[in-house]
């Protein structure tokens, strides 16, 4: 194997870690305002070196443009994406009499507690 198949490999094992950790997160978090960060940042980084990768693998300049923009446009829309969602539960928890429960849970998971 050549130096560049090898950090691809690494790239895409550690993209798939992220994005596994940001699935984990999306579970075990409660609630919209916690669940946003693993559902944006675990997941844009993950999907970012997964893209880097298949740069390693295919280095040419128009797979480069192609890549860049998705990577790109990920992160923008995630970014946008996270604050309008967070809004929205902000305002949403505000207005419901501030206890703090935006509805969001998973049903029977309160009740370990």
């Excluded at 990577?71 to 969602?85: D, E, N, R, S």
């Amino acid at each position: 194997m050549t130096p560049l198949e090898v950090a691809a490999a690494v790239c895409v094992l550690l993209g798939a870690a992220f994005a596994l950790a940001a699935g984990v997160g999306m579970f075990r978090f409660h609630g919209t305002l916690s669940r946003m960060h693993p559902a944006t940042k675990p997941q844009v980084l993950g999907l970012q070196l997964v893209l880097l990768a298949m740069w390693l693998r295919h280095p040419t300049w128009a797979v480069a443009g192609t890549l860049l923009l998705t990577g790109v446009f990920q992160v923008i829309t995630a970014t946008v994406a996270a604050y309008m969602v967070g809004r929205a539960a902000h305002r949403n928890a505000s207005s419901a009499g501030g206890d703090g429960d935006d509805g969001t849970a998973i049903p029977g998971e309160d009740a370990g507690r």
